[in-house]
């Protein structure tokens, strides 16, 4: 559910330091089960959910999910409001889209990554699915976040899939270059994006080269699983840190937790 400061505010979390993002796949669980694991991110620390992931859900599976998750925010936003004890901005989580293409929209979030996929080789992903997807948005009132998206080596099925000219470390210069013409086609985030479940993060001089367009919003993700590769992400300048394949492994709540604990303790370690 949008915070009370607004999505674009929440999204550029100035003065908060680095926050972490969960991303659910709605391709991967039920609704019943996503809205759970929702719960338990949120009451971890988890200030942002992104539903998405695979690139063929269809979009009655992401409306279901997006549903169930915004139901039991709202179920426990108004408990909380009926405890004095409670503080019930802690639910006021936003519900982010993050779409492989024009497919999988839902009128049911709060807001949406409108991406441009910006070292992809094909025009599908450059501004096609976009100029599909557009109508529909306009039409469901779904606030966009527009959004440069940059694929880094493995790059993993979005890279391929995206048709990808994959970013390597040490390319700090073509890096900053994406950061800059991100800002001058005035997207306000920036994200670097490893591939789902990817053997290796984005490599700090990567963020950092990122970074030094200041009025850009970063989110890092990608093969980030554990409390020290959150921390590295965060220290270099990432605003968010977003996981979703440690969510999508957990075999149990308890493990659930304790895998976002530790992420979040790691994050909130580094963060300047
Ligand atoms: C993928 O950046 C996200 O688009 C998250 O990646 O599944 O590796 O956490 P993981």
Redesign the pocket.
């Known amino acids: 559910m949008t915070p009370d400061e607004g999505l674009l505010s929440h999204v550029h979390n100035r003065g908060h330091g680095c926050q972490h993002i969960i991303?659910i796949d709605p391709g991967k669980q039920s609704a019943e089960v996503a809205a759970k694991r929702a719960v338990i991110a949120v009451e971890t620390g988890s200030r942002m959910i992104f539903v998405g992931?695979s690139t063929d859900t269809p979009d009655d599976v992401v409306h279901e999910t997006c549903k169930a998750i915004q139901e039991i925010l709202e179920l426990k936003t108004f408990t909380a409001s009926q405890d004095p004890t409670a503080d019930e901005d802690v639910w006021k989580v936003p519900v982010v889209l993050?779409p492989g293409g024009a497919h999988a929209l839902s009128p049911a979030a709060d807001g949406i990554l409108f991406m441009m996929l910006m070292n992809s080789k094909s025009r599908r992903f450059l501004i096609g699915e976009q100029l599909r997807g557009a109508p529909a948005l306009k039409q469901y009132g779904v606030e966009t976040i527009p959004t440069g998206y940059l694929v880094f080596s493995p790059g993993g099925r979005?890279g391929e899939v995206g048709d990808a000219d994959l970013v390597n470390s040490g390319q700090e210069e073509l890096v900053y270059s994406y950061a800059l013409t991100a800002k001058m086609y005035g997207f306000n985030t920036l994200y670097l994006?490893?591939?789902?479940?990817?053997s290796t993060q984005v490599d700090s001089n990567s963020i950092q080269a990122a970074r030094q367009v200041s009025e850009l919003c970063l989110i890092v993700?990608?093969?980030?699983?554990n409390e020290e590769q959150a921390a590295k992400a965060a220290a270099a300048g990432a605003n968010w840190v977003?996981?979703?394949?440690?969510t999508?492994d957990a075999t149990s709540d308890a493990e659930l937790k304790s895998r976002l604990e530790a992420v979040i303790r790691g994050i909130q370690s580094s963060s300047s």
């Open positions: 991303l992931g993050f979005v994006e490893a591939g789902s479940g990817s993700g990608g093969g980030i699983r977003v996981t979703g394949t440690l999508e």
